[in-house]
């Protein structure tokens, strides 16, 4: 197992309900959640089928050529293919070097907040050059979504909550998850080139599936430094997200991280924002926070979700930019 400075969680028992597996969990991520933000967690009940059935599918996409990608380019439903150059993150000079494919929750066109102009809500925008990734690509998003919801139960006990605090609020889920592609960059890059820029993520949690190319750097508050995350088989690495630490009055902290793909080889990874219904509103008042002691005002979590994805992705500013030419100063 890789050696690593950011902790290894397992999650064997919580699965099954075991209410001392929860309990010890719990406890662990209450510190991994108050120092560095981030964990990983093992024994996490995904099948590693799954997880090799995704990660094939991955790099059988991302091969195609460009132009035919394209046909599944990401539609105003951020579902479909992004290219190289589409993502900025907020204080970056230059785009991410990464390609990535994002779909959501599969809702038909009939669903009640599709047919109410939801945002983000909607069918996925599925390639029809390769009819072979919804089924690797949806079993795993339903698979992580089910980690997930394990997961939250150990977070909402850690925070001094019921342990299903979190399950109404996630009873139509933002749940998003990308397949990454990272070509190989320059052996000596611009300082300024990175794989994903350094950021925090914008929602609750995040569970990331990343191959043994390493690359994954995390910001260590304690010491203002760039730790590695390197891969370790057969884990996700969790991270709090801004929406999560902003329901916890900043208890929780969203951590800076980053990804340089310096070893000359291609990299890919799958992450998986798992976010609460567009409506759940987050306060954190709900999690203990006093009046006299409140950082954040209440926001719907679809609300602050979309303001962010709009500030970083390069197509969505383009087309808010179009709206306003031509309208009167």
């Not at 964990?39 to 094939?56: E, K, L, M, R, S």
């Not at 069918?123 to 690509?137: E, G, H, K, T, V």
């Not at 052996?187 to 914008?202: E, I, N, R």
């Not at 006299?292 to 209440?298: F, I, N, R």
């Amino acid at each position: 197992m890789s050696m690593t400075r950011i902790p290894i969680i397992d999650l064997a028992g919580v699965g099954a309900g075991d209410p001392q597996a929860l309990q010890r969990v719990a406890e662990q991520i209450r510190e991994a959640c108050t120092t560095i933000g981030f964990f990983y967690i093992v024994n996490h009940g995904v099948p590693q089928t799954t997880i090799d059935a995704a990660a094939a599918a991955a790099r059988g996409f991302f091969a195609f050529p460009a132009e035919t990608k394209r046909r599944a380019a990401v539609n105003h439903r951020h579902r479909g293919f992004n290219a190289l150059g589409d993502a900025t993150m907020y204080q970056a000079s230059r785009p991410d070097y990464k390609e990535f494919f994002s779909i959501g929750l599969e809702l038909p066109e009939d669903d009640p907040d599709v047919l109410a102009g939801q945002a983000l809500r909607g069918p996925n925008n599925w390639p029809d050059f390769m009819p072979s990734l919804r089924p690797a690509l949806h079993g795993y998003y339903e698979a992580v979504a089910a980690c997930g919801a394990d997961l939250l139960r150990a977070v909402a006990l850690s925070l001094g909550v019921d342990e299903h605090f979190f399950a109404p609020r996630y009873a139509k889920r933002m749940q998003r998850t990308q397949m990454v592609f990272y070509p190989p960059q320059p052996p000596q890059p611009d300082d300024d080139q990175f794989g994903v820029a350094p950021h925090t993520d914008y929602g609750c949690i995040t569970l990331l599936w990343q191959d043994q190319v390493g690359g994954l750097q995390v910001r260590e508050i304690a010491n203002d430094t760039w730790v590695d995350a390197p891969p370790v088989e057969g884990s996700f690495v969790v991270n709090v997200g801004d929406l999560l630490a902003r329901w916890t009055n900043d208890r929780f902290r969203s951590t800076l991280h980053r990804v340089i793909n310096a070893s000359g080889r291609e990299r890919y990874s799958i992450a998986t924002f798992y976010d609460p219904t567009y409506g759940a509103l987050v306060d954190p008042r709900e999690l203990g926070t006093s009046d006299a002691d409140l950082k954040y005002q209440p926001v719907a979590a679809g609300d602050y979700i979309l303001g962010r994805i709009n500030d970083s992705m390069g197509y969505r500013k383009k087309k808010a930019l179009e709206g306003t030419q031509g309208t009167p100063a």
